[in-house]
């Protein structure tokens, strides 16, 4: 049966987003724009402004289509990076113009398009098969969309969650439109993240002259070692679906003006990406005994800021319906993935089985962010085969 004719074109309407310079926390519109998509396909949409007294407030939109079954979720932002000198760039950041086959502009590969691409997959699908409570096994397919992933993440993806498990309503599945393909449509999968955390390390001593090294206490020599017993030995080997855990100094100071006098404080700051093997409370624990180890009693203090816990969704029905759709539609096999940054797939974890597939990610947060706009359209239809093999609907 054929409901009606499809009217979202995914590169329009990544247009549309992309012209709003919704730059974190700024929603420029974005939220709307979406939201009058998506009320065209049939969608309650439920636009939500959480706020918190630290932090700027955000813009955040839950919108279904569907009163039951099971619930399909796609989960995603609006939200961009700046874009840094407007001059280094071949054309305006925000214009979403299309140049030799590829739509330009910040957004447009992490994550306004894919975006775009679910909804017009959305719009296909209730073309081809009817709205969800049509069915003849009734489902719900939602959104999920945030305006502060690219920021601290507090007035957005978790907060929606709680909304959700405030209202009785239930996820079943999520699918993150992410950019998670290395060079080619097709070539990834990711299944999990590593978690991520961040280390805070002060070394204190006695401040003196270089010349009486006697009567002081150098922290800056103590912090070295001390990094180097972080850093000399892997964490681990890595797991059966993780790379090895690393951890990366970012900085060490010691804020000392002058040549001659040795520094009473020594900082360093090192962020850990870890594997399943590890919780960030597990890692806390080692990470003060590797130092106490080192330390040879001298005074430290070590802190932590943890962003994201490991997490992995084991291959399944979620990612075998992703992997059949890119496989019918590219014509490759993905590779199931845990690579990469965090995502707010770390916070979805917790409430329903997670994956994420979107567009090629080579140009992400750079200057001239571009994405092929057959690149789109093959998202486009990836999504729609995902969405009709979870839903069991006859093509």
Not at 17 to 22: A, T, Y
Not at 129 to 152: K, M, N, Q, V
Not at 157 to 167: G, I, M, P, Q
Not at 221 to 241: F, K, M, N, Q, W
Request: hydrophobic share 35%; charged share 20%.
């Amino acid at each position: 049966m054929t409901a009606r004719q499809a009217s979202n074109d995914p590169i329009a309407l990544s247009q549309a987003l992309i012209r709003c310079p919704s730059v974190t926390p700024d929603d420029a519109g974005a939220i709307g724009v979406l939201c009058d998509a998506l009320d065209a396909i049939g969608f309650s949409s439920h636009r939500l402004r959480f706020e918190d007294a630290d932090t700027p407030d955000i813009e955040n939109l839950y919108a279904r289509i569907g009163g039951g079954g099971k619930n399909f979720c796609f989960a995603g932002h609006t939200d961009v990076v700046p874009v840094g000198n407007p001059d280094d760039w071949t054309g305006d950041p925000f214009s979403g113009e299309v140049r030799d086959g590829a739509l330009h502009g910040r957004g447009a590969a992490d994550m306004k398009s894919a975006i775009a691409a679910f909804t017009a997959a959305v719009d296909r699908l209730v073309a081809r098969h009817g709205a969800p409570d049509d069915w003849a096994t009734p489902g719900s397919i939602s959104l999920l969309i945030t305006g502060d992933e690219e920021g601290p993440a507090i007035n957005g993806t978790r907060k929606v969650l709680d909304w959700l498990a405030a209202r009785n309503e239930t996820l079943d599945a999520c699918l993150v439109g992410e950019p998670t393909n290395p060079d080619t449509m097709g070539d990834m999968i990711k299944i999990g993240r590593r978690g991520s955390m961040m280390g805070y390390l002060t070394v204190r001593g006695i401040q003196g002259h270089t010349a009486y090294p006697h009567l002081a206490d150098n922290p800056a020599h103590r912090i070295v070692r001390l990094l180097d017993a972080l850093t000399a030995e892997p964490l681990d080997a890595g797991s059966e679906h993780f790379q090895p855990s690393t951890v990366q100094v970012t900085t060490v100071d010691v804020g000392n003006p002058a040549e001659n006098v040795i520094p009473a404080e020594a900082r360093a700051t090192f962020n850990i990406r870890f594997c399943d093997l590890h919780t960030s409370e597990s890692l806390k624990t080692r990470l003060h005994e590797m130092l106490d180890a080192a330390s040879g009693g001298g005074d430290y203090t070590l802190s932590f800021r943890v962003t994201g816990e490991s997490f992995l969704t084991p291959p399944g029905p979620l990612s075998d319906a992703i992997a059949g759709a890119v496989e019918k539609i590219t014509g490759r096999v993905p590779e199931l993935s845990t690579t990469g940054g965090t995502s707010d797939a770390r916070f979805i974890k917790d409430y329903c089985p997670v994956a994420e597939f979107g567009l090629v990610g080579q140009t992400m947060h750079k200057v001239d962010e571009n994405v092929s706009c057959a690149d789109i359209e093959t998202l486009t239809e990836v999504y729609l085969t995902v969405l009709e093999t979870y839903f069991e609907l006859s093509t």
